[in-house]
């Protein structure tokens, strides 16, 4: 028996190979990442990594518009969904979701991240490990994609590092945010999804009609859904990484809904339906205008939330995080 690829982008990969080697996946034909990962359900990154991969195995290449044609055929074949559909998902030889990393990370990112605001924290690899019940590589995995995005670091000692969130970081973040966002949402303002849009936009104003009752948690996903997708046909895939790393913001404001009532998120919640709004009306600058003033608005208040956050106690420890003296 062949061993399950260690990663998602490989399970996709291996799944789009096999499918253009048998030439179910025809020469010719377009791919565009959005639309295999709405087929396999997953996020675009996995997809992109592998489609570059491919590019580089020469079984693809790039487009001239968006995505990647399959061999060196030079009319493009644009499938139906319902066919793209069939032919990725028809088989039980699809992607192997469990990879041991993606099992673990968003459960070690909220650890992580839930813990910032009162002090700085040492990871213990091997703990870690012990811990999920997997193994010291897997967990190395997760600590350097967490550092990627900048949520730890390795100190002189290459000790992994969770430092605390001051209000400095956070002025520096949106700052960062204040500059590369709306530049971006300007580059992909008419290549957004419009089921995608329409889909956000109903959910937005479903909770801002019934706020506070729609509770922490759809706001939590609001944001996620909608910071969490909004850039993600950028090309620039350098800009792309630095908005993912300065998002630390919303890690202050989903912290503070889950202690304190929801008094102040109405406003932002309106901000984000007057933003999809316009990029559903084709009104992409009102948008990015909208997106500035809403990232300098809230920065006063997530500056105080943060002042308020590190006044609790902290949360019960995990047995992997030490306090740094």
């Known amino acids: 028996m062949t061993a399950a690829p260690a990663y ?39 997809v992109r990594r592998a489609l570059a991969l491919l590019a580089d195995q020469g079984l693809i290449r790039a487009a001239e518009g968006q995505g990647y044609i399959v061999g060196t055929a030079e009319a493009p074949v ?22 041991a990393w993606e099992r673990i990370f968003e459960r070690v990112r909220d650890e992580v991240t839930a813990c910032m605001p009162f002090g700085s924290w040492r990871i213990q690899e091997a703990e870690l490990g012990d811990h999920y019940h997997v193994s010291r590589t897997v967990a190395r995995e997760v600590l350097w994609r967490l550092m990627d995005r900048r949520l730890i670091g390795k100190d002189s000692k290459s000790h992994w590092i969770v430092g605390q969130m001051t209000a400095r970081d956070l002025r520096e973040t949106l700052e960062l945010r204040r500059l590369l966002e709306p530049q971006a949402l300007a580059h992909v303002a008419g290549a957004l999804d419009r089921g995608w849009l329409n889909r956000l936009s109903a959910r937005i104003d479903a909770a801002a009609a019934d706020f506070p009752g729609c509770g922490p948690d759809e706001v ?106």
């Open 78 to 99: 644009h499938l139906t969904t319902r066919r793209l559909h069939e032919i990725l998902t028809a088989r039980p030889d699809g992607i192997d979701r469990s990879a």
């Open 220 to 325: 939590d996903g609001i944001e996620s859904a909608l910071f969490g997708t909004l850039y993600e046909g950028l090309r620039n895939a350098r800009m792309l990484a630095s908005i993912r790393r300065n998002q630390i913001s919303l890690v202050v404001q989903k912290m503070f809904r889950h202690h304190f009532p929801m008094i102040d998120d109405l406003p932002s919640l309106q901000d984000y339906g007057q933003i999809l709004h316009h990029l559903r009306a084709g009104t992409g600058e009102v948008a990015r205008v909208l997106l500035t003033s809403h990232l300098a608005r809230i920065e006063p208040l997530i500056l105080a939330r943060l002042r308020v956050l590190s006044l609790l106690p902290p949360p019960r420890r995990m047995p992997w995080l030490t306090p740094v003296d």
């Open 8 to 46: 998602i982008y490989a399970s996709i990969r291996d799944l789009l190979a096999a499918r253009i080697g048998s030439q179910e996946i025809a020469p010719g034909t377009v791919l565009k990442e959005a639309r295999i990962s709405g087929q396999l359900g997953v996020s675009r990154a996995p």
